[in-house]
C-alpha cells in the first residue's frame, strides 16, 4: 500500500547546528506534502508545505526540498533552538484529501 | 494557533466500559478526521467524514465508530473498552474556510489508558 517513511527514527545535533530530516515516499501521484511537527503531549503542528510542481520552498529558518525523481522529501532547519526537539513527520496528500504520514524523526538539541 | 479541541485529554478507564472521546472545531471545516498514534509513532487514520452525515472508514481498521451529525463535532465512541484501545487519539479537520486547503489542523490529542 501507499507509505511516507523516514530513513531515521533519532537525530541528535548540536544547539546553533543545522539539521536535515529526510522522508522517502512512494506514490508518484502524490501532489502535495507536509511536514508537521510534534512536542511532547501535543497534537502534530503545520511547519511548511510544498506542492509537486516545486522542488524548494523556504520558510522562517526551514526549508523543505523535494525530489520527484527519486521521490525524496527533507526538511532543513537552520540554526537549530532547543525548541525544535521534537518528533517531525513527513505527509503526503494521496488523494481525497487524506493525508499519508511517515513514521517519525526524534530530534533531540543538544546544548 | 488552530481552533479545534478535545476532551477528555487524558481517560484512565476500566474494561468493558463505553466511551466516547469528543471533538469540536470552530474553523468551518467540512473535512474532519481521526487519528490513532502510538507514543512517538506514525499517525493511522481510522475515520474520517467530508461532511455532515458522512462518515468513512480510514486505513486503519478499528472497533470505535464515529457520527458527524453537526459540522463542528466529530465525536469518536468505543463501546467496549479493551486494553488494546490503549492509545492516543487525535482528531483533526481541514477546508477550504481559510488556511491551506489540505492542510489539517490536529486537536491536543486523547490520551487513552484502558485497564
Known amino acids: 500500500g501507499e507509505s511516507v517513511g523516514l530513513h531515521l527514527p533519532t537525530l541528535s545535533v548540536q544547539e546553533g547546528d543545522n539539521s536535515i530530516i529526510n522522508c522517502a515516499y512512494s506514490?508518484?501521484?502524490?501532489?502535495?506534502f507536509i511536514w508537521y511537527k510534534q512536542e511532547s503531549g501535543k497534537g502534530p503542528q503545520f511547519i511548511i508545505d510544498?506542492?509537486?510542481?516545486?522542488d524548494k520552498r523556504q520558510g522562517q529558518r526551514v526549508t523543505v526540498l523535494l525530489n520527484k525523481t527519486v521521490k525524496h522529501l527533507s526538511l532543513q532547519i537552520a540554526a537549530t533552538q532547543p525548541g525544535d526537539s521534537a518528533v517531525y513527520f513527513c505527509?503526503?496528500?494521496?488523494?481525497?484529501?487524506?493525508?499519508?504520514f511517515g513514521q517519525g524523526t526524534r530530534l533531540t538539541i543538544n546544548p | 494557533e488552530a481552533d479545534i479541541y478535545q476532551t477528555p485529554r487524558y481517560l484512565v478507564i476500566g474494561t468493558g466500559k463505553k466511551i466516547t472521546l469528543e471533538c469540536s472545531q470552530t474553523?468551518?471545516?467540512?473535512?474532519m478526521y481521526w487519528y490513532q498514534q502510538d507514543p512517538g509513532m506514525e499517525l493511522h487514520l481510522i475515520h474520517y467524514s467530508y461532511g455532515v452525515n458522512s462518515t468513512e472508514k480510514g486505513d486503519l481498521s478499528s472497533e470505535s465508530t464515529v457520527s458527524r451529525i453537526r459540522t463542528e463535532h466529530f465525536p469518536l465512541t468505543l463501546e467496549s473498552a479493551r486494553p488494546s484501545h490503549t492509545s492516543q487519539y487525535l482528531c483533526a479537520s481541514s477546508g477550504l474556510a481559510g488556511g491551506r486547503r489540505n492542510e489539517q489542523y490536529f486537536g491536543p490529542g486523547t490520551r487513552l489508558t484502558v485497564t
Open positions: 506514490n508518484s501521484a502524490s501532489d502535495y
Open positions: 505527509a503526503e496528500n494521496t488523494g481525497a484529501q487524506k493525508l499519508v
Open positions: 474553523m468551518g471545516h467540512d473535512k
Open positions: 510544498i506542492r509537486s510542481n516545486m
